[in-house]
């Protein structure tokens, strides 16, 4: 398995992310959905990695930039055969590396509060997300839980 910076013109991608987008749209209401489509990402804020292996795309993540300091955990998905499988864990790692590398002081996420998502808020608490408030432009929502980590102290 490889971890490569994706600029999203593949078709593997685009397909794998539609995916996403109707999986969150048939767990979570539409006004507290806020996975990203192939355009949303396509920002220049936005630095995107899907995991390969071979060439089938098995996972993806993303960071936000959303000020000098602090960016967004985005688009974390894991293909639904290789969950549990240490995929998004070798990715989460690679990100917040690489979310250091880049200079941010705070990585900050927004998921689901629905059963769905305990396998993703118990990997985040691994990885040493804490539970805060809402941030940037979210608004409180009993459908989302925000968690945030530093990088660096």
């Known amino acids: 398995m490889r971890i490569v910076e994706d600029d999203l013109?593949?078709?593997?991608?685009?397909?794998?992310?539609?995916?996403?987008?109707?999986?969150?749209?048939?767990?979570?209401?539409?006004?507290?959905?806020h996975a990203l489509d192939?355009?949303?990402?396509?920002?220049?804020?936005?630095?995107?990695?899907?995991?390969?292996?071979?060439?089938?795309?098995v996972g993806c993540g993303a960071i936000k930039r959303l000020d000098a300091d602090h960016a967004e955990l985005k688009s974390m998905r894991t293909a639904a055969a290789r969950k549990r499988s240490g995929i998004a864990s070798l990715l989460l790692r690679h990100i917040l590396t690489e979310a250091e590398r880049l200079g941010f002081a705070r990585l900050s996420l927004e998921t689901g509060s629905a059963d769905f998502f305990l396998p993703a808020r118990r990997l985040y608490e691994k990885f040493g997300f804490e539970y805060c408030e809402p941030f940037a432009d979210y608004r409180p929502d009993p459908n989302s839980v925000f968690m945030t980590r530093l990088l660096r102290g």
């Open 9 to 33: 013109s593949g078709p593997q991608i685009a397909e794998f992310l539609l995916e996403h987008v109707r999986e969150m749209r048939s767990i979570t209401p539409l006004e507290s959905k």
């Open 38 to 57: 192939l355009d949303g990402l396509r920002v220049p804020e936005i630095r995107f990695w899907s995991v390969l292996d071979g060439a089938a795309v």
